[in-house]
């Protein structure tokens, strides 16, 4: 038996004594891994510079501060999130009791990215515990040294039957997804993503993808252009712009073309100095193949700002490419990198074209003073999330679902949305062995007063949904009943035993 199946067959095993079901043991974890952020913050902020290049300032702002918020909010929410939910009643069951109740999915695979190798593994993992689940934690092999000390780590923290942490390449990988689960949460490509809903399918496993895509911004040219290019600037080259969500390409008019170029080349300045290079706060491309495929990638396109590179250090510095079309290399794939192209479009009508002949992104950037051409971008194209005048920052926002569509991915978490995701929502009704004239009506054979009884209730049912949808102006039923009969109701009423 591979070391896989083990580790799931231990999960399993663990999951179905109940042992992880109880809110007390669910906090717990969640406090445990709050615990292990808290005192492992060196070896975390270590781990990320040896693999991203990134500062300890950096990884505090991107990684470990986001996901102790959103464990603190699950430790404090999870009473209400996991509580019965009532739901409205028909006639039919206003007397019953009608709920949805969330309850575990059982075992999660969770499948992290190597970008953000901290947060967007862990962070689905505060999902899992909070709705109950086991769950094996798989971290990317590409960000191996994050990979290696999470492996050394956290089962110090975690219960290590029900979270254990299986590292390993692709062949691990595949040896995971042969086996069963109840769920699989996934972030990364497209194209693997394809791979491991494939993988899912033979189990009929439900999946969350957290993929990515080619994000556009478009930038009208009668908003505050300074202001717009100091935010792309930032949301594009943090983390070297390996960043799910950084603005992928920019949509602007000729005429503002230059001013975009020049002021983005300000911000670079100002942000990582004349030489992003020595920079402390400007990181590294994760390794030699991501370098030489975005060196490929600038192929054909004109460098307005940057460009420079240095293979040994998997350095690029931040990148501005014009003279760009929907043609170029560049615009083939998602960048993942620190290269922006700019497309010139007529204005926002081709902007809206340009968008909508491409596959749905996974955000959608609009910098605009016009509320009016926002909320035209908004009703007129599709995508996981639309950001008006800013960058990256619904990423913070927990009461936002975080997710996909189409091509960018499907499922959502962050916050009650990931608790929803990794939760079976069942539902719950529970009647009493009585009123049972009431409920001669469904029994056979329909005649007599049955069916006129039959014919009242769908009536009121169809009445009630029209009283719903344009304000309370139904009549009301006879004192003390529950079911609406009265009087004037006589064949409900004579049946009516509430």
């Given amino acids: 038996m591979s070391r896989e199946q083990l580790a799931v067959q231990r999960a399993r095993k ?16 969640l406090k445990s891994l709050l615990r292990f952020i808290t005192e492992r913050r060196r070896d975390i902020a270590d781990a990320v510079k040896k693999d991203l290049g990134k500062s300890a300032n950096g990884t505090e702002l991107f990684e470990t501060l986001g996901l102790e918020g959103e464990i603190k909010l699950a430790i404090g929410k999870l009473a209400e999130w996991a509580a019965p939910r009532p739901v409205e009643k028909n006639l039919l069951t206003i007397s019953d009791e009608v709920y949805v109740q969330p309850e575990p999915l059982g075992v999660v695979l969770i499948i992290g990215a190597w970008n953000y190798p901290w947060v967007l593994t862990l962070q689905p993992l505060v999902a899992a515990i909070a709705a109950g689940n086991a769950a094996i934690i798989k971290p990317s092999e590409v960000s191996s040294n994050s990979s290696k000390v999470m492996e050394e780590l956290l089962p110090q923290y975690l219960d290590k039957d029900l979270f254990p942490v299986v590292t390993g390449g692709v062949s691990e990988t595949q040896e995971l997804l042969k086996q069963r689960f109840d769920h699989v949460f996934y972030t990364g490509s497209s194209s693997v993503g394809r791979i491991v809903m494939e993988a899912a399918a033979r189990h009929l496993t439900p999946v969350t993808l957290e993929l990515g895509g080619k994000s556009p911004c478009y930038i009208d ?3 505050d252009i300074s202001m717009a290019c100091r935010r792309i600037t930032w949301g594009k080259f943090v983390n070297c712009g390996q960043t799910c969500i950084a603005p992928d390409f920019v949509l ?4 503002i073309q230059s001013r975009v170029v020049e002021e983005i080349k300000k911000c670079i300045k100002e942000f990582y100095t004349e030489n992003p290079e020595t920079f402390e706060d400007y990181g590294r491309i994760i390794n030699q193949h991501h370098f030489k495929r975005l060196m490929g990638l600038m192929e054909g396109s004109t460098v307005a700002v940057g460009g420079g590179s240095n293979e040994s250090q998997c350095y690029i510095a931040p990148t501005v490419l014009q003279d ?9 794939e998602e960048i993942f990198g620190p290269l922006l192209p700019i497309i010139t479009v007529s204005g926002v009508d081709e902007a809206i074209q340009f ?3 491409r596959e749905k992104p996974l955000v959608l950037y609009v910098f605009s003073n016009n509320n009016k051409l926002i909320k035209r971008v908004i009703a ?14 619904h990423f913070t926002v927990s009461a936002l679902p975080f997710g996909g569509v189409g091509n960018s991915g499907m499922g959502c978490y962050h916050g009650l949305h990931g608790f929803n995701q990794l939760s079976h929502l ?10 049972e004239a009431f409920n001669n009506m469904r029994y056979p054979p329909p005649h007599g007063q049955k069916a006129g009884l ?11 949904g029209s009283a719903a949808a344009h304000g309370p102006a139904g009549r009301a039923g006879r004192p003390g009943s529950v079911c609406g009969a009265g009087p004037d109701n006589e064949v409900l009423y004579n049946h009516c035993q509430c």
């Fill in 221 to 223: 040219k009668n908003c």
């Fill in 252 to 255: 602007c008019e000729p005429s």
């Fill in 324 to 332: 760009v079309t929907g043609e170029s290399k560049v615009m083939k």
């Fill in 14 to 29: 663990s999951f179905q004594t109940g042992k992880s079901k109880p809110l007390e043991y669910r906090i717990h974890q």
């Fill in 454 to 464: 039959g014919t009242l209730l769908s009536a009121q049912a169809a009445e009630r």
């Fill in 426 to 435: 069942r539902s719950c009704l529970i009647k009493q062995l009585k009123m």
């Fill in 380 to 393: 007129e194209t599709s995508s996981g999330a639309l950001l008006a005048n800013d960058c990256l920052v």
């Fill in 355 to 357: 968008i909508n002949e």
